[in-house]
């Protein structure tokens, strides 16, 4: 089926995942589909976030090199970056549900092979890079696929509340992700990979278990290149997306950059290595926080205003830690922060899995996602740069630029400042 052009300024009403979906009347808590997803999805995430922490480990006791270590976590997240268009072609044409399961199952494979190689003492640095490269196209093709599958199961309703627990799940895996990781790790150095395994495994048994059709309207046996034109046009027709594109890779170039500029910054000055971890950990556990309190505060809040005060906040932020560039500035600075992202990140991405229409879901999400990987690579690169020719002054005060264009840019794009409360999504459904 062809795409049709959307427009943001007269949205055609609409019921988002029609005759899928439960009532209102039940909440999340006993939604059974919604229940298997969301543990699955958090077994699978844990279980790959431990995984992709050891493998640096590992990959440098079997090399003996450092650079060879990190060749192979820049080889392994290629994946992701190759398959998220296709993956999001393919999670509209195909059964979600099937594509969730062969995907756990792949991942399930893919780590259960370093555990057996790591036990009979055959494992190599190429066999490390092949599974993580792997594992992260498997992610490229979970996330379209999950977003769809949750749009299925949740109403719109409540969408919010779901949106603001997957935050939840998600700075919960930040955060202990590679503590875990390193515990295990210490232990045996294949126990993570095992827990890798249990976590994807889990997800297999989850997703087996889920009842509800996960799909709505697919794709028609058009070819996949001309799906991808469809929803690169799609994306390209809605003005609140192309300012999304834009705004939210410069965002995540400022933030990722922002906290490399700064541990390196505290590596380069001789700061004790666990003071360093605690930046990171304040950040974790401030975002955690906020991830809890995220649905009540989206359920009373419009996306564009509560984007402007959480930019907003973060800028102010910026600001104290570029005119008192000290460690405890840092280490307060970033934990206020980011306290407002969870919330943000759970009205947006709620918002848009209430509009997209069903056929949509995949390419739409995936090409969103790109704003991430394209500045994942870039990211790193800047802050220390900018670190290097200039020092963490000048460094600070550019990410603080940086920032504040977003938040006067946030401020000009109209659809974005236009969009209600979650009682109100539905209505703005595109077709």
Same mark, same amino acid.
């Given at each position: 089926?062809?795409?049709?052009?959307?427009?943001?300024?007269?949205?055609?009403?609409?019921? +988002?995942?029609?005759?899928?979906?439960?009532? +209102?009347?039940?909440?999340?808590?006993?939604?059974?589909?919604?229940?298997?997803?969301?543990?699955?999805?958090?077994?699978?995430?844990?279980?790959?976030?431990?995984?992709?922490?050891?493998? +640096?480990?590992?990959?440098?006791?079997?090399?003996?090199?450092?650079?060879?270590?990190?060749?192979?976590?820049?080889?392994?997240?290629?994946?992701?970056?190759?398959?998220?268009?296709?993956?999001?072609?393919?999670?509209?044409? $195909?059964?979600?549900?099937?594509?969730?399961?062969?995907?756990?199952?792949?991942?399930?494979?893919?780590?259960?092979? $370093?555990?057996?190689?790591?036990?009979?003492?055959?494992?190599?640095?190429?066999?490390?890079?092949?599974?993580?490269?792997?594992?992260?196209?498997?992610?490229?093709?979970?996330?379209?696929?999950?977003?769809?599958?949750?749009?299925?199961?949740?109403?719109?309703?409540?969408?919010?509340?779901?949106?603001?627990?997957?935050?939840?799940?998600?700075?919960?895996?930040?955060?202990?992700?590679?503590?875990?990781?390193?515990?295990?790790?210490?232990?045996?150095?294949? $126990?993570?990979?095992?827990?890798?395994?249990?976590?994807?495994?889990?997800?297999?048994?989850?997703?087996?278990?889920?009842?509800?059709?996960?799909?709505?309207?697919?794709?028609?046996?058009?070819?996949?290149?001309?799906?991808?034109?469809?929803?690169?046009?799609?994306?390209?027709?809605?003005?609140?997306?192309?300012?999304?594109?834009?705004?939210?890779?410069?965002?995540?170039?400022?933030?990722?950059?922002?906290?490399?500029?700064?541990?390196?910054?505290?590596?380069?000055?001789?700061?004790?290595?666990?003071?360093?971890?605690?930046?990171?950990?304040?950040?974790?556990?401030?975002?955690?926080?906020?991830?809890?309190?995220?649905? +009540?505060?989206?359920?009373?809040?419009? %996306?564009?205003?509560?984007? %402007?005060?959480?930019?907003?906040?973060?800028?102010?932020?910026?600001?104290?830690?570029?005119?008192?560039?000290?460690?405890?500035?840092? %280490?307060?600075?970033?934990?206020?922060?980011?306290?407002?992202?969870?919330?943000?990140?759970?009205?947006?991405?709620?918002?848009?899995?209430?509009?997209?229409?069903?056929?949509?879901?995949?390419?739409?999400?995936?090409?969103?996602?790109?704003?991430?990987?394209?500045?994942?690579?870039?990211?790193?690169?800047?802050?220390?740069?900018?670190?290097?020719?200039?020092?963490?002054?000048?460094?600070?005060?550019?990410?603080?630029?940086?920032?504040?264009?977003?938040?006067?840019?946030?401020?000009?794009?109209?659809?974005?400042?236009?969009?209600?409360?979650?009682?109100?999504?539905?209505?703005?459904?595109?077709?």
């Amino acid at each position: 089926m062809t795409a049709e052009t959307p427009t943001v300024d007269t949205p055609t009403a609409a019921t +988002p995942g029609a005759g899928t979906a439960p009532t +209102p009347d039940v909440p999340l808590r006993r939604n059974s589909a919604y229940l298997l997803l969301t543990t699955g999805r958090f077994s699978q995430a844990i279980g790959a976030g431990v995984g992709t922490f050891a493998v +640096p480990l590992l990959a440098f006791e079997v090399t003996g090199s450092v650079g060879q270590a990190g060749l192979i976590s820049g080889v392994g997240q290629a994946g992701a970056l190759l398959a998220t268009l296709p993956a999001g072609v393919v999670a509209d044409r $195909v059964n979600r549900r099937l594509l969730l399961l062969v995907a756990a199952a792949t991942g399930t494979a893919l780590w259960a092979t $370093v555990v057996a190689a790591g036990l009979t003492g055959a494992l190599s640095a190429w066999h490390l890079a092949v599974v993580l490269f792997g594992s992260s196209m498997v992610s490229a093709f979970v996330n379209p696929a999950s977003g769809g599958a949750l749009r299925a199961v949740v109403p719109a309703a409540q969408m919010a509340n779901a949106m603001a627990v997957n935050q939840g799940r998600m700075a919960a895996v930040a955060l202990f992700a590679g503590p875990v990781g390193g515990f295990l790790y210490g232990m045996a150095h294949v $126990v993570p990979f095992v827990a890798s395994v249990v976590g994807h495994a889990i997800e297999v048994v989850a997703i087996s278990f889920v009842r509800k059709p996960l799909n709505g309207e697919r794709t028609g046996q058009t070819h996949p290149l001309a799906d991808l034109r469809d929803g690169l046009r799609f994306v390209g027709a809605v003005q609140l997306f192309r300012a999304v594109l834009v705004l939210i890779t410069l965002l995540n170039l400022t933030s990722i950059a922002l906290i490399v500029a700064i541990n390196l910054e505290l590596v380069r000055t001789g700061t004790d290595p666990r003071l360093i971890g605690l930046v990171d950990a304040c950040a974790g556990v401030s975002m955690l926080a906020g991830a809890i309190v995220a649905g +009540p505060i989206v359920q009373r809040s419009r %996306v564009g205003r509560f984007g %402007v005060l959480t930019i907003g906040l973060l800028v102010v932020a910026l600001v104290v830690m570029a005119l008192a560039p000290t460690y405890w500035v840092f %280490v307060s600075m970033l934990a206020a922060g980011v306290f407002l992202y969870p919330a943000l990140n759970a009205g947006f991405t709620g918002y848009l899995t209430v509009i997209i229409p069903d056929r949509m879901m995949g390419r739409a999400m995936s090409l969103l996602g790109l704003t991430g990987l394209i500045a994942a690579p870039a990211a790193p690169v800047l802050g220390s740069a900018l670190l290097e020719g200039y020092g963490i002054g000048t460094t600070l005060w550019v990410m603080v630029a940086g920032m504040a264009c977003v938040l006067v840019a946030l401020c000009f794009v109209r659809p974005l400042m236009r969009i209600g409360k979650p009682d109100t999504w539905a209505a703005d459904a595109l077709e």
